[in-house]
C-alpha cells in the first residue's frame, strides 16, 4: 500500500510529497525498513528497492510483518541529479533528527525520524560519490557495534567497517536512529550515478537473509549464497592520497587481494607526458575502496586497503 507520509508547501503553488510502499502479511509486528534516496545522485538503492518490492510481492505468504520501502527521501534531489537538497545548498544526511518547527529540510527529516522510530531494523542504503568505488560493506559506529555488527553479518556483504567514535557524525539519520534505540545498518556500495545489478541483488539476497533471521521472512537462504564479510575497525584501514595533481590511471579493480609495495596505479601528466606519482600499496590488504574519476588535485583520495596479516 502506498502512503504519503510528508506533504508540505512549495513555492509557485506546488507540494513535495515523500512516499513509501506498504507490504504487510501474517500476524507478526515485526517491522522493517528500507531506506534510500537521501542522496540524489546515489542511485544503487533504487534497482535494490524496486527487486525487493519485485520478490516480496510476488512471494507475499512468505512475509509475517510489515516491509516498509522508502526509495526517495529527497525526491528533489533524485530528480535533479543532485546530491543534496537543490536551491537549499542542504546535505540531507546532515539535519536528522530535525525540527517541527523548522525549515522544510527540517521538518522533513523530523517526520522521517518518527516515521520509522520503533522498527525492528532500518536499513539505510547508500552509494558512493561520484569519484570512488565501494565494495559492498556496513558501516558501524563502534559504540553500537555489540548491537549491530551480528545483522550486519546476515547482509551478504563484503565488508563491515566499525568506525571509531569520534568520526561518527551525529546529525545523520542512522546515528539518530541508533540513539533513540531504532537499530539501523548504512550500507555503503558501488559508485555515484551507477547501478551496479550484481551488487543489489546481493544485498536484496542479504536483506531477506536478515528478515528470515528476525522470524518476518519464511524461507531460509542457502549459506553457500551469503558473503562472509571482513570485520574491520578503523585503525586497520590504510588511506592512500595523491602527492600530485593530474589523471589517475589504474588497471586494478578493488575487492581484490594487494601486496606491500605494489603497484595500484599512476598519476600522469597530459600535457607533458610524465608519470607524476606512482601509487604503491603500502601494505598486504583489501583493496576496498579504488578512485573512480580520473581527475585528481593533490590531497584527493585514491584508494583505501584493510590491513591483512
Known sequence: MIQTFVETAMPVGERLLIQKNQLKNGTSPKRICIVTGTHGDELEGQ????????????????????????PALNPLGIDSITR????????M??????????TMAETVA??????LKGADMVIDIHSSNIFLREIPQVRINIQTADRLVPYARLLNMDFIWIHEAATVLEATLAHSLNTIGTPTLVVEMGVGMRINHGYGNRLVTGILNLMHHLGMW???TEECLLSKPVVSVANEVSFLNAEASGVFLTETKNNTIVDEGEDIGQIVSPLTGEVLQRVVSPIHGLL?????????YQGSLLARIHHLS
Not at 93 to 102: A, L, V, Y
Not at 288 to 296: D, E, K, N, Q, S
Open 47 to 70: 534497482y535494490i528497492c524496486f527487486r525487493l518490492n519485485q520478490l516480496i510481492n510476488a512471494q507475499l505468504e512468505q512475509l509475517d510483518g510489515t516491509a516498509e520501502i522508502y
Open 84 to 91: 543534496g537538497i537543490p536551491n537549499f545548498d542542504l546535505d
Open 93 to 102: 544526511n546532515r539535519i536528522f533528527p530535525g525540527n517541527p518547527e523548522g
Open 110 to 115: 523530523h517526520a522521517l525520524i518518527e516515521d
Open 218 to 220: 519464511r524461507s531460509k
Open 288 to 296: 576496498l575502496t579504488l578512485r573512480a574519476y580520473p581527475i585528481v
